[in-house]
């Protein structure tokens, strides 16, 4: 009872709405802290083949001898249709196959995005499994031309080659496709679609002939050209589209093959040179996290991840003494062990982050980072919540020190009512019975008129084409700048928002912020995480309206202080979120990385059209809302 | 190039032998495209229906025999499925589909019986004693897989009493058909794998088949006036072989790849060299022999087959004939040439091994494969764990005739149709092809969805089905150990009404099954659950323990409290055992 009816007396207490600050600073910094020690050994764990049925690299490969001379026959064959026209390529294709015995059929697809047209054509070949029922199949891509591309030479050859060795065993119990796509994206991804009906007839052709549920999918990139090329490692790419992620065991049965059984080293996220340092180890995590957080399509696999078909790209790297028919009978143990499996992959995490070929933490580990930094958004929004809801500060009964604020003192005598309850009175300050409405509909239309006006800068940028895409950035960025000013000016000018409205509009803001981010979090970790860091000033700045009361100022600065340099904070404020636009972040995420603006908005137009990519999203209708309502309310305190 | 002869359907061949003689059985071989082989075994035993009744058995088992009298049984099918028909290549399904069954185990009987409830009682004892002696599981075709179908299924016996007859239709996708169910198949036999053409039938290339079905018919045929009535059991093996995977020796099987030597190189390439080499499509008929292809020899004739006449004509082949062909044996044997050499057969010697011997040989003329009448193709759209849909594409080849057909699914009760969504559309005409639905909805947990349409196809079209579906969560308990893997759904069945065959067995088409996955749970956590609520009980029932055993006294109340250490602990030792002796 004492502990209650302590905490109802602190309940009133001025010093409960300092402390939010601090915790929500204390939050960011765990959450930072948090990531920085996953990659550290006590943290992270070893990577393990959950699926028994799996068995990596427990059988003999037998892909080499005479299959290599046809191997070098096919990559000629290949070399000669680079010059060709698609439909030539695809009918000497889909001749190679059908001299394998196969089933072979075309897809045409053709789609349009930032005024580009994508167009091109997808050939694939089914191995009836000898003694399956049609009911599962596995997946082989070689996609014509790879994501820097380049004619993938070698992987189609290599394709082609193992259509013709597979089509001998009769221990396949799994259908095997085998697809060559016209490119590495768009390709595999109108495939797809097709082979689940779910596309547009307008845009892409269906499939003529179709096999079981897909079980897995591995793509070949090794651009070598008709000469050959030996490779030092095996690059494995796992990011899907979304930042959605294969299961683990797949990633765990290609290392544990292409290092164990042939003795080719792995790497992850263009980390070439892997020292297993902790620099190392968080410098990979971070790539993957940069990757997945932008949820680009990483590879001709990407487009199978989001209709649960686990799918991994091999990609060759560097020189070294490993040649292609090492690759060949990796990716051949790699399909005997998914022939081996009797369920769909499940038993491994699909959640996860790797820092090393063989280490990694799961979801339970690095969750609460990204919760903790979603979580700092709420508390002050809660603390704003409360804090909009008093009206005038009153002095603490509790507390000794009398206070210094003369109207307190002159008002004193008949600040007093008395209640009666039980036959017992007592005298309660008048201020503390005092009921505090709180105004809601200018923040509440305001919340939403910014959340609707997201949607402006989705439509533009995903349907202006090419050439006026960079002017479309420049014109938006200088928009979304002056736009928060503006606004504020046009507020204060027509509506003088109240000092409680301003606040609502900021705890509004953030309680929607911390409210997708948690939820966000749960889906793409990455993504809900960079957005958190970068809004996370968005919790620390506040209106400086001049009738602000002192208990509620920001705590790190003196009231007078603050009450002198209240415009100029205020400026110092506003450009600080200035540079937090989401716009100026791209631009300078750009400039850093040596991308132009305009391929990574054409990436992103063909993301929202072709792959279903949510990450414009996130950033138009998430992050960009609530820096719009945080800059609007900091930028109020300069025409106060 | 080759030319085509055109091809005399087999069924001719099987359309005369009649109930001639008490026992007949034959084996038709035809090579089919892409270095494939079509193995058809047919025995067939007769008894009288007298005999039959008084359990007096002589070719029919007596084990399927008991069973059959004791469920009531009057016609009776059972199919075991394995892989799939290659349509496209292989043309036509051997006996116009009708004694090819889905994937797995499909078993429909005609049972007699005065009520519906009745009638399923018999069938689940029959379903049980089948499973018993046929080593399969169907005993688990309960009334959630058991279907009445309407118009699929037309009785090929001549029954007297139809009216007291119920149909009942049931099916196992998800069986595996093995070497176990072969062993009883073969045991029904008179020679029972010993002698005759049964003595081929190893598992070992049977289920290394590309495709296989091995059926058992039993049904009643009368004569004109009704009389004469025999209870007849046909048993076919029908498959189709790889002829290059089936004659690698048993103890070496690893498809190797060949020494550079052994591969044909396209020699105009212009990069063809020591180390480079495009590879030659093979272009003649690849050599075999029996003993190879089935990894055992023939042991002869059957001695309960006929001496003379159809009966005798044991093995039969089925090339052009320019196709040089060979028969090994130290007996007697007669060659008989029938359907304009089209068909070569054999009389079996007794007692002496047979085998015929094809060389490898460069073909001139060809044989031209009956087109199926439809060509039907099933797959489960749409992704994610809520909801699918199921679309069936049929096509007509035929550029003049149209095709009228009943289209049977059988659904799990899991996987509940919107039939509201349910859409048939052909390509070249706006009309809608349904003339029928005979609709029965699923109940959970007690019968599955039963649907049969009735539709026609203009000739040369694609008539595309679609019907969305949920999918239905399962109690936990409900799920089977490979829960991910997902759940078989029964292959749909296709009768063509017209053109339909002459005989009373019908035109049948099949679609493959399908995989259907549902939500899974994680089934670590009733684990976690069980681990979790145990840890409570445990330290619950620890403290309410402890309350209860232990005694509590205060402070002041021991003695030796104030003394610590060693000499505490000896003097509270020696305390309590002076207790304990003077109290006990």
Same mark, same amino acid.
């Given at each position: 009872?004492?502990?209650?009816?302590?905490?109802?007396?602190?309940?009133?207490?001025?010093?409960?709405?300092?402390?939010?600050?601090?915790?929500?600073?204390?939050?960011?910094? !765990?959450? !930072?802290?948090?990531?920085?020690?996953?990659?550290?050994?006590?943290?992270?764990?070893?990577?393990?083949?959950?699926?028994?049925?799996?068995?990596?690299?427990?059988?003999?490969?037998?892909?080499?001898?005479?299959?290599?001379?046809?191997?070098?026959? @096919?990559?000629?064959?290949?070399?000669?249709?680079?010059?060709?026209? !698609?439909?030539?390529?695809?009918?000497?294709?889909?001749?190679?196959?059908?001299?394998?015995?196969?089933?072979?059929?075309?897809?045409?697809?053709? @789609?349009?995005?930032?005024?580009?047209?994508?167009?091109?054509?997808?050939?694939?070949?089914?191995?009836?499994?000898?003694?399956?029922?049609?009911?599962?199949?596995?997946?082989?891509?070689?996609?014509?031309?790879?994501?820097?591309?380049?004619?993938?030479?070698?992987?189609?050859?290599?394709?082609?080659?193992?259509?013709?060795?597979?089509?001998?065993?009769?221990?396949?119990?799994?259908?095997?496709?085998?697809?060559?796509?016209?490119?590495?994206?768009?390709?595999?991804?109108?495939?797809?679609?097709?082979?689940?009906?779910?596309?547009?007839?307008?845009?892409?052709?269906?499939?003529?002939?179709?096999?079981?549920?897909?079980?897995?999918?591995?793509?070949?990139?090794?651009?070598?050209?008709?000469?050959?090329?030996? @490779?030092?490692?095996?690059?494995?790419?796992?990011?899907?589209?979304?930042?959605?992620?294969?299961?683990?065991?797949?990633?765990?049965?290609?290392?544990?093959?292409?290092?164990?059984?042939?003795?080719?080293?792995?790497?992850?996220?263009?980390?070439?040179?892997?020292?297993?340092?902790?620099?190392?180890?968080?410098?990979?995590?971070?790539?993957?996290?940069?990757?997945?957080?932008?949820?680009?399509?990483?590879?001709?696999?990407?487009?199978?991840?989001?209709?649960?078909?686990?799918?991994?790209?091999?990609?060759?790297?560097?020189?070294?003494?490993?040649?292609?028919?090492?690759?060949?009978?990796?990716?051949?143990?790699?399909?005997?062990?998914?022939?081996?499996?009797?369920?769909?992959?499940?038993?491994?995490?699909?959640?996860?982050?790797?820092?090393?070929?063989?280490?990694?933490?799961?979801?339970?580990?690095?969750?609460?980072?990204?919760?903790?930094?979603?979580?700092?958004?709420?508390?002050?929004?809660?603390?704003?919540?409360?804090?909009?809801?008093?009206?005038?500060?009153?002095?603490?009964?509790?507390?000794?020190?009398?206070?210094?604020?003369?109207?307190?003192?002159?008002?004193?005598?008949?600040?007093?009512?008395?209640?009666?309850?039980?036959?017992?009175?007592?005298?309660?300050?008048?201020?503390?019975?005092?009921?505090?409405?709180?105004?809601?509909?200018?923040?509440?239309?305001?919340?939403?008129?910014?959340?609707?006006?997201?949607?402006?800068?989705?439509?533009?940028?995903?349907?202006?084409?090419?050439? @006026?895409?960079?002017?479309?950035?420049?014109?938006?960025?200088?928009?979304?700048?002056?736009?928060?000013?503006?606004?504020?000016?046009?507020?204060?000018?027509?509506?003088?928002?109240?000092?409680?409205?301003?606040?609502?509009?900021?705890?509004?803001?953030?309680?929607?912020?911390?409210?997708?981010?948690?939820?966000?979090?749960?889906?793409?970790?990455?993504?809900?995480?960079?957005?958190?860091?970068?809004?996370?000033?968005?919790?620390?700045?506040?209106?400086?309206?001049?009738?602000?009361?002192?208990?509620?100022?920001?705590?790190?600065?003196?009231?007078?202080?603050?009450?002198?340099?209240?415009?100029?904070?205020?400026?110092?404020?506003?450009?600080?979120?200035?540079?937090?636009?989401?716009?100026?972040?791209?631009?300078?995420?750009?400039?850093?990385?040596?991308?132009?603006?305009?391929?990574?908005?054409?990436?992103?137009?063909?993301?929202?059209?072709?792959?279903?990519?949510?990450?414009?999203?996130?950033?138009?209708?998430?992050?960009?809302?609530?820096?719009?309502?945080?800059?609007?309310?900091?930028?109020?305190?300069?025409?106060? | 190039?080759?030319?085509?002869?055109?091809?005399?359907?087999?069924?001719?061949?099987?359309?005369?032998?009649?109930?001639?003689?008490?026992?007949?059985?034959?084996?038709?071989?035809?090579?089919?495209?892409?270095?494939?082989?079509?193995?058809?075994?047919?025995?067939?035993?007769?008894?009288?229906?007298?005999?039959?009744?008084?359990?007096?058995?002589?070719?029919?088992?007596?084990?399927?025999?008991?069973?059959?009298?004791?469920?009531?049984?009057?016609?009776?099918?059972?199919?075991?499925?394995?892989?799939?028909?290659?349509?496209?290549?292989?043309?036509?399904?051997?006996?116009?589909?009708?004694?090819?069954?889905?994937?797995?185990?499909?078993?429909?009987?005609?049972? $007699?019986?005065?009520?519906?409830?009745?009638?399923?009682?018999?069938?689940?004892?029959?379903?049980?004693?089948?499973?018993?002696?046929?080593?399969?599981?169907?005993?688990?075709?309960?009334?959630?897989?058991?279907?009445?179908?309407?118009?699929?299924?037309?009785?090929?016996?001549?029954?007297?009493?139809?009216?007291?007859?119920?149909?009942?239709?049931?099916?196992?996708?998800?069986?595996?058909?093995?070497?176990?169910?072969?062993?009883?198949?073969?045991?029904?036999?008179?020679?029972?794998?010993?002698?005759?053409?049964?003595?081929?039938?190893?598992?070992?290339?049977?289920?290394?088949?590309?495709?296989?079905?091995?059926?058992?018919?039993?049904?009643?045929?009368?004569?004109?006036?009704?009389?004469?009535?025999?209870?007849?059991?046909?048993?076919?093996?029908?498959?189709?072989?790889?002829?290059?995977?089936?004659?690698?020796?048993?103890?070496?099987?690893?498809?190797?790849?060949?020494?550079?030597?052994?591969?044909?190189?396209?020699?105009?390439?212009?990069?063809?060299?020591?180390?480079?080499?495009?590879?030659?499509?093979?272009?003649?008929?690849?050599?075999?022999?029996?003993?190879?292809?089935?990894?055992?020899?023939?042991?002869?004739?059957?001695?309960?087959?006929?001496?003379?006449?159809?009966?005798?004509?044991?093995?039969?082949?089925?090339?052009?004939?320019?196709?040089?062909?060979?028969?090994?044996?130290?007996?007697?044997?007669?060659?008989?040439?029938?359907?304009?050499?089209?068909?070569?057969?054999?009389?079996?010697?007794?007692?002496?091994?047979?085998?015929?011997?094809?060389? $490898?040989?460069?073909?001139?003329?060809?044989?031209?494969?009956?087109?199926?009448?439809?060509?039907?193709?099933?797959?489960?759209?749409?992704?994610?764990?809520?909801?699918?849909?199921?679309?069936?594409?049929?096509?007509?080849?035929?550029?003049?005739?149209?095709?009228?057909?009943?289209?049977? $699914?059988?659904?799990?009760?899991?996987?509940?149709?919107?039939?509201?969504?349910?859409?048939?559309?052909?390509?070249?005409?706006?009309?809608?092809?349904?003339?029928?639905?005979?609709?029965?909805?699923?109940?959970?947990?007690?019968?599955?969805?039963?649907?049969?349409?009735?539709?026609?196809?203009?000739?040369?079209?694609?008539?595309?089905?679609?019907?969305?579906?949920?999918?239905?969560?399962?109690?936990?308990?409900?799920?089977?150990?490979?829960?991910?893997?997902?759940?078989?759904?029964?292959?749909?069945?296709?009768?063509?009404?017209?053109?339909?065959?002459?005989?009373?067995?019908?035109?049948?088409?099949?679609?493959?099954?399908?995989?259907?996955?549902?939500?899974?749970?994680?089934?670590?956590?009733?684990?976690?659950?069980?681990?979790?609520?145990?840890?409570?009980?445990?330290?619950?029932?620890?403290?309410?323990?402890?309350?209860?055993?232990?005694?509590?006294?205060?402070?002041?109340?021991?003695?030796?409290?104030?003394?610590?250490?060693?000499?505490?602990?000896?003097?509270?030792?020696?305390?309590?055992?002076?207790?304990?002796?003077?109290?006990?």
């Amino acid at each position: 009872m004492a502990l209650i009816s302590t905490l109802l007396a602190l309940r009133r207490d001025p010093r409960i709405l300092k402390l939010p600050p601090y915790l929500s600073a204390l939050c960011i910094l !765990v959450g !930072v802290v948090w990531l920085l020690v996953l990659p550290l050994n006590e943290y992270s764990r070893n990577t393990y083949v959950s699926e028994n049925a799996l068995l990596p690299g427990q059988v003999h490969t037998y892909f080499t001898g005479s299959e290599h001379n046809i191997f070098r026959a @096919y990559r000629h064959e290949v070399a000669a249709l680079v010059d060709t026209s !698609v439909q030539e390529r695809t009918q000497r294709l889909g001749d190679i196959f059908r001299s394998s015995n196969l089933k072979v059929a075309t897809q045409k697809y053709e @789609y349009h995005a930032s005024g580009r047209n994508i167009s091109n054509q997808n050939v694939y070949a089914i191995l009836h499994g000898p003694r399956a029922d049609a009911t599962e199949a596995i997946v082989l891509i070689g996609a014509w031309r790879n994501m820097a591309d380049e004619v993938n030479h070698s992987g189609v050859a290599l394709v082609l080659t193992l259509a013709r060795y597979f089509k001998r065993w009769s221990l396949w119990s799994k259908d095997i496709i085998f697809l060559v796509s016209g490119d590495s994206t768009s390709g595999p991804q109108a495939w797809v679609d097709a082979y689940h009906d779910s596309y547009s007839p307008a845009s892409i052709e269906p499939l003529s002939i179709k096999s079981g549920a897909l079980q897995g999918a591995v793509a070949i990139d090794y651009p070598a050209g008709p000469w050959g090329h030996r @490779y030092d490692k095996l690059h494995v790419v796992y990011d899907g589209v979304n930042g959605q992620l294969p299961n683990l065991d797949l990633f765990n049965t290609a290392v544990s093959i292409a290092s164990g059984q042939m003795g080719i080293g792995c790497t992850l996220q263009r980390m070439w040179k892997h020292d297993d340092s902790y620099q190392e180890r968080l410098q990979t995590m971070l790539r993957g996290m940069i990757s997945q957080g932008l949820g680009h399509a990483s590879g001709p696999h990407s487009s199978f991840i989001p209709y649960h078909v686990d799918a991994i790209t091999l990609q060759t790297v560097g020189n070294g003494w490993h040649d292609e028919m090492s690759l060949g009978r990796t990716v051949e143990s790699l399909f005997r062990s998914l022939n081996n499996l009797l369920e769909h992959l499940h038993q491994s995490f699909f959640f996860y982050l790797l820092m090393q070929a063989n280490r990694f933490v799961s979801i339970g580990t690095y969750l609460p980072s990204a919760m903790l930094i979603a979580v700092n958004f709420t508390i002050t929004s809660i603390a704003l919540w409360v804090q909009s809801g008093r009206g005038v500060s009153t002095p603490n009964p509790a507390s000794a020190t009398p206070k210094a604020s003369p109207d307190s003192k002159t008002s004193k005598p008949d600040s007093m009512t008395a209640a009666e309850k039980s036959g017992a009175i007592a005298l309660i300050p008048t201020t503390s019975l005092a009921i505090t409405e709180r105004k809601l509909f200018l923040p509440l239309a305001f919340i939403l008129a910014s959340h609707f006006l997201g949607l402006l800068p989705l439509y533009i940028f995903n349907n202006t084409s090419e050439p @006026y895409l960079g002017l479309a950035f420049n014109t938006i960025t200088a928009v979304t700048t002056s736009l928060p000013v503006l606004t504020a000016l046009l507020l204060s000018k027509f509506l003088c928002p109240t000092e409680q409205e301003t606040t609502l509009i900021q705890c509004f803001s953030l309680l929607l912020l911390g409210m997708y981010l948690s939820a966000l979090a749960t889906l793409n970790f990455s993504l809900s995480f960079l957005v958190g860091i970068f809004a996370s000033p968005l919790t620390f700045v506040r209106s400086l309206a001049p009738q602000t009361p002192p208990t509620t100022q920001s705590p790190q600065i003196p009231p007078s202080f603050v009450s002198k340099n209240r415009k100029s904070l205020s400026a110092t404020m506003v450009i600080l979120l200035v540079l937090l636009n989401p716009l100026v972040v791209i631009r300078a995420a750009t400039l850093y990385w040596g991308a132009t603006i305009v391929e990574v908005l054409v990436q992103a137009a063909e993301g929202w059209h072709v792959w279903g990519l949510w990450t414009q999203v996130v950033v138009w209708l998430v992050w960009w809302p609530a820096w719009f309502a945080g800059s609007v309310v900091v930028a109020g305190g300069l025409f106060a | 190039m080759r030319s085509f002869l055109p091809l005399l359907f087999f069924n001719y061949l099987i359309a005369f032998a009649s109930a001639a003689s008490d026992y007949y059985e034959r084996l038709l071989l035809r090579p089919l495209p892409r270095s494939a082989l079509l193995a058809s075994f047919n025995f067939r035993s007769n008894e009288s229906s007298a005999s039959f009744d008084q359990q007096h058995f002589r070719y029919f088992p007596r084990s399927l025999g008991q069973i059959l009298q004791h469920a009531g049984t009057k016609e009776l099918h059972l199919r075991f499925s394995l892989g799939r028909w290659d349509a496209e290549s292989w043309g036509q399904q051997p006996w116009d589909g009708a004694r090819e069954g889905g994937t797995g185990v499909e078993l429909w009987a005609w049972l $007699e019986a005065l009520s519906e409830e009745e009638a399923f009682a018999r069938w689940l004892t029959l379903t049980n004693a089948l499973s018993g002696l046929f080593c399969a599981s169907l005993n688990f075709i309960d009334a959630t897989k058991t279907i009445r179908p309407v118009m699929s299924f037309q009785p090929e016996g001549d029954h007297h009493n139809s009216s007291s007859l119920h149909l009942l239709h049931g099916t196992l996708p998800h069986e595996v058909v093995c070497t176990e169910n072969l062993t009883p198949f073969l045991k029904l036999l008179p020679c029972k794998g010993k002698a005759g053409i049964s003595s081929l039938l190893d598992g070992h290339k049977l289920f290394d088949a590309s495709w296989q079905t091995m059926a058992i018919d039993v049904r009643p045929i009368c004569g004109q006036d009704g009389t004469h009535c025999v209870l007849e059991m046909e048993q076919t093996v029908d498959m189709v072989l790889d002829i290059d995977r089936s004659k690698r020796p048993r103890d070496n099987p690893i498809p190797r790849p060949l020494p550079i030597e052994e591969i044909a190189c396209d020699t105009s390439k212009h990069y063809n060299a020591e180390d480079t080499c495009y590879p030659l499509d093979k272009s003649a008929e690849p050599p075999w022999n029996l003993t190879d292809i089935f990894g055992r020899s023939l042991k002869g004739a059957c001695p309960l087959t006929d001496e003379d006449g159809e009966g005798a004509k044991t093995v039969c082949i089925n090339t052009p004939p320019e196709r040089i062909i060979q028969a090994n044996t130290t007996g007697q044997y007669v060659e008989t040439r029938l359907a304009s050499d089209t068909v070569r057969c054999y009389k079996l010697p007794t007692g002496a091994d047979f085998d015929i011997d094809l060389p $490898e040989q460069q073909m001139t003329t060809g044989l031209v494969l009956a087109s199926p009448p439809l060509f039907a193709a099933r797959s489960i759209n749409g992704h994610g764990q809520e909801r699918g849909s199921i679309q069936a594409v049929i096509r007509n080849p035929s550029f003049t005739d149209s095709v009228e057909f009943v289209y049977l $699914e059988s659904l799990p009760w899991f996987m509940k149709p919107y039939l509201h969504t349910l859409q048939a559309r052909v390509d070249t005409s706006p009309s809608n092809p349904i003339k029928e639905t005979y609709y029965r909805p699923a109940v959970d947990r007690h019968r599955g969805t039963h649907l049969e349409l009735c539709m026609a196809i203009p000739p040369a079209s694609t008539l595309t089905l679609t019907y969305d579906f949920e999918k239905a969560i399962l109690r936990y308990t409900e799920y089977p150990p490979d829960a991910n893997r997902g759940f078989d759904v029964a292959p749909a069945v296709i009768r063509l009404l017209s053109p339909g065959s002459s005989g009373k067995q019908g035109v049948y088409v099949r679609t493959t099954s399908l995989l259907l996955p549902l939500p899974t749970p994680d089934f670590s956590m009733p684990y976690n659950v069980i681990i979790l609520t145990s840890t409570v009980m445990a330290l619950g029932f620890g403290n309410i323990f402890n309350l209860l055993v232990r005694r509590f006294v205060g402070a002041d109340e021991v003695q030796t409290m104030g003394a610590g250490g060693l000499q505490g602990v000896l003097r509270g030792r020696i305390t309590r055992l002076r207790a304990k002796f003077t109290t006990g």
